[in-house]
């Protein structure tokens, strides 16, 4: 495997399921983030980890809840959403948290979410 | 709060064509980046500019950052089926603020 990878490509739950999105880097990168892309709101930022610690959590709902076990592994885990959660759940990583203007993040392929 | 609007939100034009999408923003940002990203796939950097006034070129597509650094314009000429996609730009300071899009569709 190369680059960014995420599982599942799609997911569909119940409002009261628990489930988890998981995201890998192999890229040797010290951040990664979650985004969520919706069809009328701009990519959204929703968590950073810098070195498997939390840097970053933008007024984020608990029913979301990071973990990075190390620096190559991201999960996203998921419980009790609202239909309106559904979208596009993105990962991606960087070189590091803040860098320089050349600081390129990396994605994965998304998952595909959709709460019923 | 940063805001980047694009504009035209959607695009769809014959192939050969050329075309421009903007990217405005009222805040300075200390670089600029441009990704497109394909059905079923991640956003894909293309470009970054840094310096107020820069021009970089890419094949067929010209990226320009505004000389204040707080906007940016993505030409394409002549437009290919292959250039569909969802085009977004992103401004960096501390974080990096990506826009709202631009859906761009090529008509063979």
């Known amino acids: 495997e190369t680059g960014v990878t995420q599982t599942p490509r799609h997911l569909v739950m119940g409002m009261t399921n628990k489930k988890s999105l998981k995201c890998e880097q192999h890229?040797?990168?010290?951040?990664m983030y979650w985004y969520k892309q919706s069809a009328k709101k701009p990519l959204e930022l929703m968590f950073v980890?810098?070195?498997?610690?939390?840097?970053e959590n933008n007024s984020v709902p608990s029913r979301f809840s990071p973990e990075c076990p190390n620096s190559s592994h991201l999960f996203l885990h998921l419980h009790t959403l609202q239909p309106e959660d559904s979208a596009l759940y993105l990962c991606?990583?960087?070189?590091?948290?803040?860098?320089?203007?050349?600081?390129?993040?990396?994605f994965g392929p998304g998952t595909r979410l959709t709460v019923l | 709060t940063q805001l980047l609007e694009q504009s035209p939100q959607f695009l769809s034009i014959q192939e050969g064509e050329n075309l421009t999408v903007y990217c405005n923003s009222s805040s300075v940002f200390s670089s600029l980046q441009w990704y497109r990203q394909e059905p079923g796939e991640g956003p894909v950097l293309l470009v970054t500019v840094v310096t107020g006034g820069e021009v970089k070129k890419l094949k067929r597509l010209t990226f320009q950052f505004g000389d204040a650094r707080k906007d940016s314009s993505l030409h394409i000429t002549a437009a290919q089926p292959g250039d569909t996609g969802l085009y977004l730009c992103?401004?960096?300071?501390?974080?990096?603020?990506f826009g709202t899009g631009t859906r761009l569709t090529i008509i063979p």
């Open positions: 991606a990583s960087s070189q590091d948290w803040r860098g320089g203007s050349y600081n390129e993040q990396f």
């Open positions: 992103a401004g960096r300071n501390e974080k990096l603020t």
């Open positions: 980890y810098s070195l498997e610690e939390r840097v």
């Open positions: 890229l040797g990168h010290n951040a």
